[in-house]
């Protein structure tokens, strides 16, 4: 069972914005700016899309940008595109010395 | 190009060891932490295990502390996870990443199955 928690599914349809929570508690989310979200799509290895809450690595899109209130972070995807059809997981650092996975969220592009 | 590529997967016994490699290049291993982490057939992520470029910091999963030993050759340009009393729910995909900041990238190896099985 994760630490994490993440809506089971997510959709929407082309050009529209969506939001992914992941809630956690101050010993995870909520205590530490080391939020991370992952793109896998399907048969392939996971992407990074964001670190640290909100930094992207270099190649990812601005379509997507993080953000953190208490202890949940979101994840927004802007212009929906068909390509972003996918599993989203978000991770934190914990108290624990740990890092923590949330359950994914399927995202669907209508 | 940046490449991961993780290699030593395979069938094992419950209870028996295996040691998976991953050989970096592309990139100046010993300035980058490293993660081990696994992905169960149709299930989601889980992270196993972090080592910084010195190997001065590690942190593992309760899953597998213990159990599992990660460790890195940054002459050779290469991250180890050995893997001793393994069991079933060890079966997994194991991909070998880099780590910015705590979070698992910005790059991937394909990964490498391991199969525990009588």
């Known amino acids: 069972q994760s630490a994490l928690t993440q809506p089971a599914s997510v959709s929407g349809s082309p050009g529209q914005s969506i939001a992914i929570s992941c809630t956690g508690t101050?010993?995870?989310?909520?205590?530490?700016?080391?939020v991370s979200w992952y793109q896998q799509l399907p048969g392939k290895a996971p992407k990074l899309l964001i670190y640290?809450?909100?930094s992207r690595p270099s190649g990812v899109s601005d379509r997507f940008s993080g953000s953190k209130s208490g202890n949940t972070a979101s994840l927004t995807i802007s212009g929906l595109q068909a390509e972003d059809d996918g599993d989203y997981y978000c991770?934190?650092?914990?108290?624990?010395?740990?890092?923590?996975f949330g359950p994914g969220t399927k995202v669907t592009v209508l | 190009e940046v490449q991961l590529v993780e290699s030593g997967g395979g069938l094992v016994q419950p209870g028996g060891s295996l040691t998976l490699s991953c050989a970096a290049s592309g990139f100046t291993f010993s300035d980058w932490s490293m993660n081990w982490a696994r992905q169960a057939p149709g299930r989601g992520l889980e992270w196993i295990s972090y080592?910084?470029?010195?190997?001065?910091?590690?942190y593992y999963a309760d899953s597998v502390r213990g159990r599992f030993t990660i460790s890195r050759d940054n002459a050779k340009n290469s991250l180890y996870l050995q893997m001793d009393s393994l069991r079933d729910e060890d079966t997994a995909l194991y991909y070998c990443?880099?780590?910015?900041?705590?979070?698992?990238?910005?790059?991937w190896g394909r990964g490498i199955f391991v199969t525990v099985s009588s």
């Open positions: 640290e809450v909100t």
């Open positions: 990443t880099r780590s910015i900041e705590y979070g698992l990238g910005p790059s």
């Open positions: 991770s934190s650092f914990t108290s624990a010395r740990t890092i923590v």
């Open positions: 101050r010993s995870d989310v909520g205590g530490y700016n080391y």
């Open positions: 080592i910084r470029g010195g190997s001065d910091v590690i």
